[in-house]
């Protein structure tokens, strides 16, 4: 209003003006409206003074010319002229930085203008007005900041005074009827939607939305009830600035325990206390979830084969309020392969989460069980990668009904969603044979998967292509393995110019062509080699031609403390019931030295038989022939009259009879020996002499 009117006769204060604003608000959820700060804000001149519950916040006072104002209601923050003022926690003498959610405040203006020149005031401001005439009923989440993916509906019902029994000492409750509109209200601005209360006088809302029923009288009373609360989802609801108690189906009284309602009571409601419309017409009812029904979703990066340094981003969409996938951009933190903690953003608008490395994992806390949840990976150049290949963990979350779903998180359960991606490489692949000096047989090699399934690829390696190949563009993790013709029973997994064949896995025996002699080797797969640029990954399959050595020990027999020299031998091949032809001789050089010992290498495996040519001196010549057997694993038998022969240190003992000495005829040893028996024939006579005598003077 202007100070003086037009015919006063003042002349100083004809252009002069004041204004004053004045009205009550509500404190919104963390202060914010639709996702934005609640904030008060104002530009112009000249005094100007902003009075929150009656304390100055804002002062502008004095003639000046254009200044700014602002109070943030989300942070407590005030600034004039863009210079930080004392905040409404430092005026109100609080611990927190702003307002209490959900709480009822006044605001004043004071405007002044007192110059005679131009004028400007701008005022804006996004703070609700407090509801009259009116009940809400609030729901929200007390430990979790998931609201808006909670689609469960929570069920209440509200109780008014009968109006015809008002004044009654006893007051008599309604519930508010079936049929009844409300309006709905969604993070704490009211929309055009209308609902109805439901049959059993029921009316739901989700987390984060409110019921407000208009044109009560602010004199009755009333109170409100959420209903139908299971104890292992939410096991405990606060109403704030309210007291509130719990009840079970039999409208028994609930104890609680620290707090909480014991899950033993496994459905229970939660009661407001009474109180008048006009004194309180807002209940914010706000549930604690059970540790049971809070669960994490998490995502991890996997690399099959090689690993890479390149970062790989992920779109994440949790089941909205209505039910259907909305893009997730709340926070989330990141772990390493141990569990350590690395870091912790939030996801953009559209669900993105972006720079995970292999072996990270995204972690998404606080989500409600019963949400579903999609994970898509945002492709990686297709000329590099694979498509990637995306698995649940089995166990960790129930199955989702939404189209498009991973899954649904379960009570007690983490979901776990596991992103495996493969490089694409140029895969080359080499065949070594121990035996170098000799020519051998070309031979196939079959791709696979590195689950052993067979896809169809081979390559022919020969002395044309010097026993190298390449598969091209294929799968870091794949492998190459050397292919054998199938035997009786076996299924082909190859089929090369109509016949079949199969992969020789490691260290099996194959029978391959050197110098046109079949020749068995055994087959082992080295571990790849990865070029510098990740592009290139070579696999050698090494060929090593089995064979072993055959050591014996030559012993007097009865007595293998005396080792026998120059004892020589002969090995034969040997036909399959040991058999064998002169001509099948292997070598006639074996001769033991002077530890009795001999050794035959190169012996491949198959029979043999043994005999000795020569005996050591002194000893005879043995007719015996041992048989020997030299097995695949390179180990040797070896039996002689079907009976397995002594060893020691893996040496065979072979035995030889020792000769009795005699003297040589016409020696000088014989003299000896003469007269021995000459002294030995005299004793006898003399000896019958004697007896003869005693015999005649006894007759």
Known sequence: MPYSSWDDGASQNKFAFGMMISFEFLQPKNGKINGQDMVFSFSGDDDVWVFIDNKLVLDLGGVHERATGSINFA??????????????SSVFNSDSDTFADYTSHSLKLFYMERGRGDSNCSIKFNLPPRPTNSIEIVKSLANSDKEKYTSTDFQFKAYLEDEEDRNQELVQYNAIPEGTPYRVKKNDSLTD???????????????????????????????????GILSDQFDRVDITDWKVTYHDLNEKLVETSNGKVPEQTETYLARSEEKTAGNAARVEF?????????????????????????????QVYLTGQNGQFIPYDGG???????????REGNASSQGIISDVAPDETIVIDQILSGTEFRVNEIEPDNSRYEKPIKEVEEGSCDRGRVTGSDGKIALEKDAHVIITNTLKVNLTVNKVWSDTEIKHSSIYAGLYKADGTALRSYVELSENNKYSDVFRNVSSSDLVYELRPVTVNENA??????????????????VAKANNTDTKYKVSYGEKAVSKDGTMITQTITNTKIVTKLNLIKIEKNNKEHLLRNAEFALYTANDNYTYEESNLVTNKIKTGSDGRATV????????????????????????VWQVLVKDDQSVEVRLNGYKVDTEDGAFFIE?????????????GIYWYMISGMVLMSTAAWILYKNKCKEVLGK
């Open 332 to 342: 989330y933190e990141v772990i390493n392969k141990a569990s350590k903690f690395l």
């Open 193 to 227: 939607e209308v609902r109805y209360v439901g049959a059993n006088n029921i009316f739901t809302l989700k987390a984060g939305e409110s019921a407000v029923f208009e044109g009560i009288d602010s004199g009755l009373w009333f109170y409100a009830e959420e209903v």
């Open 75 to 88: 942070n407590g923050e005030v600034y004039v002229n863009n210079q930080s003022n004392p905040t409404l």
């Open 601 to 624: 290498n190169g012996l491949v495996p198959g029979k043999y038989v043994l005999k000795e040519t020569k005996a050591p001196d002194g000893y005879s010549l043995s007719a015996n």
């Open 493 to 510: 997994e190859f089929t090369i110019h109509g016949k079949g064949y199969v992969k020789v896995k490691e260290n099996d025996i194959i």
């Open 656 to 668: 030889n009879i020792k000769l009795y000495s005699l003297p040589s005829t016409g020696g000088s």
């Open 286 to 314: 706000k549930n604690t979830c059970n540790v049971k029904n809070l669960r994490k979703l998490r995502i991890t990066k996997k690399m099959n084969g090689l690993s890479t340094t390149d970062k790989f981003s992920f």
